[in-house]
């Protein structure tokens, strides 16, 4: 009627939609991981059960999990925050098998993992169907079972800790070098004999304190100057194996800045069986000596008393090689065979003194570097003109040749021809008294190390470089700057070098 007329004629409730085939778009509710169990979306009864859900459906960013069983209810997935990795339970999920190679890592993270069907394994790259094609065109991931994001691989693994770090798996670790350094020459080739010792002395079991080492190294550090010493077999020795002529002593006498420090080296006479006893008893004969004096000695030092010094020293000398002549006489010995050069350096412990004495008999050699230069400042006798200086004192008492001068007349005596004949003339004593600067090195040695100094300069360019910078070197370095070996000379080296801070 009129009434119906204005309400027009009613709508159905529910109309049912027209069944046709499902929005390409809009995955089926149990495959959305944001759709629970509580979905209010409606759902249509009456439409027919379709196929199951294909494994991977089409989505625009990222492919949706396969379809699982009645999964619980689950909540939007937030953000990743950086470094966190998800920890699934191992009772729910299966071991993960290894991605493909070419796979992406998954950005969705299933409830559960559906059955697979029977056939080859999931590793097979074959084994799995090709994911249909997107709308847009975007290639969705290769479906794969549920694993951790996959993260690509790194050159190392972060640490668990940031105040630990983790070296690289491929980083090689220095390994010491096995190789044994072998001793250095100058010159025009290497020498003839072996830089090693090869045979060892002969021994007698009677007499076993006569043995001696084939190396003797020391040193020492009082106020400003720092010394090293050190004796060596020399290379023709080592190879004949006799044993080694050169003997060396260091010693300190006194105590805090008074002390006194003696450096005594000797070389017995070649190709005398006792030479290496001769040289030993020189040093102990002139350390004893010395010792005894150190008070005065180190006195007169300090107080640069240069004339008592050459006098004193000089008497000390004479004593200590007059008790060598007496023991060789007892020996039944000739003095000629028994006997030794000896020269000595004593500095003192004061840092305010820097007057360093030389004084000895014999042929060997004293240097001095200075300012990347070396100088010989070996003391000459026998020229001798002016008034006494430093390093060589008063005038000779004898000539050269033996002749004693009577006052100022010049008048020799001549000799009786009733006495015996005179012995030999012996060897000049000589004395210097020098003071140091810092930054000087002063090398005192023996004629196994002087003569090649002196004739190769080779040698003297590398002792240069080794000791002008770089303040002294340790005891090992020092043993290894003096085995520097030089075609054609093959004696024992004994040295002792004084680096002035």
């Known amino acids: 009627m009129g009434s119906s007329g204005s309400a027009g004629p009613s709508a159905p409730a529910d109309p049912p939609a027209p ?28 439409a027919p059960a379709g196929p199951s859900a294909p494994p991977d459906p089409p989505r625009p960013a990222a492919p949706p999990p396969p379809a699982g069983p009645s999964a619980p209810a689950a909540f939007p997935l937030g953000p990743t925050p950086p470094g966190y990795r998800a920890e699934v339970p191992p009772s729910a999920v299966a071991p993960p098998a290894p ?16 059955p697979r069907p029977p056939g080859p394994p999931l590793d097979t790259p074959a084994a799995l169907p090709p994911p249909p094609a997107s709308p847009g065109g975007a290639q969705p991931d290769t479906w794969a ?54 045979a060892l002395p002969p021994a007698d079991p009677d007499g076993l304190d006569d043995l001696v080492s084939d190396t003797v190294l020391d040193g020492a550090r009082y106020g400003t100057s720092t010394l090293r010493a050190v004796s060596v077999r020399g290379d023709s020795a080592r190879y004949r194996g006799e044993p080694r002529r050169d003997a060396l002593l260091t ?45 005065r000695l180190a006195e007169d030092i300090r107080a640069a008393r240069r004339g008592d ?7 000390l000398t004479d004593r200590s090689l007059g008790k060598l002549r007496a023991s060789a006489a007892e020996q039944g010995v000739e003095p000629e065979d028994y006997t030794a050069s ?21 042929d060997g050699g004293l240097f001095r570097l200075r300012d990347g230069e070396w100088q010989d400042i070996e003391p000459r006798t026998g020229d001798t003109v002016g008034e006494p200086v430093v390093g060589f004192g008063s005038l000779p008492h004898e000539t050269p040749e033996g002749d004693r001068l009577t006052m100022d007349l010049g008048i020799t005596t001549p000799p009786s021809p009733y006495e015996p004949a005179p012995a030999p003339p012996r060897a000049p004593f000589r004395f210097r008294a020098s003071v140091a600067r810092p930054g000087d090195t002063l090398l005192l040695c023996t004629g196994g190390l002087a003569d090649p100094l002196r004739g190769e300069p080779g040698l003297c360019e590398h002792l240069t470089t080794r000791w002008s910078t770089g303040g002294p070197p340790g005891l090992a370095a020092f043993l290894a700057d003096t085995q520097v070996r030089v075609k054609g000379y093959a004696d024992d080296r004994t040295a002792a070098a004084v680096w002035e801070a």
């Open 19 to 46: 069944a046709g085939p499902p929005r390409p778009a809009d995955p089926p509710a149990s495959a959305r991981p944001w759709a629970g169990a509580d979905s209010s979306a409606p759902v249509d009864p009456s």
């Open 99 to 114: 991605p493909p190679p070419t796979a992406s890592p998954a950005s969705a993270v299933p409830a559960a993992v559906p």
């Open 145 to 198: 079972p549920h694993t951790p994001a996959a993260e690509p691989p790194a050159a190392a693994p972060s640490p668990t800790r940031p105040d630990l770090s983790v070296p690289a798996p491929y980083e090689p670790v220095p390994v010491a070098s096995q190789e044994r350094p072998s001793v250095a020459h100058v010159g025009s080739g290497p020498p003839t004999y072996d830089a090693e010792p090869t």
């Open 251 to 295: 010693a300190r006498f006194g105590t805090a800045e008074q002390a006194l420090v003696l450096v005594a080296m000797a070389t017995g006479a070649r190709a005398t069986p006792g030479a290496h006893r001769a040289a030993a008893e020189a040093c102990r004969w002139i350390g004893r000596a010395v010792g005894r004096s150190h008070a």
């Open 309 to 315: 010094l050459k006098s004193g020293l000089h008497r």
């Open 342 to 362: 000896l020269r000595c350096l004593l500095l003192t412990a004061d840092p305010e003194c820097r007057t360093r004495v030389f004084f000895g008999v014999g």
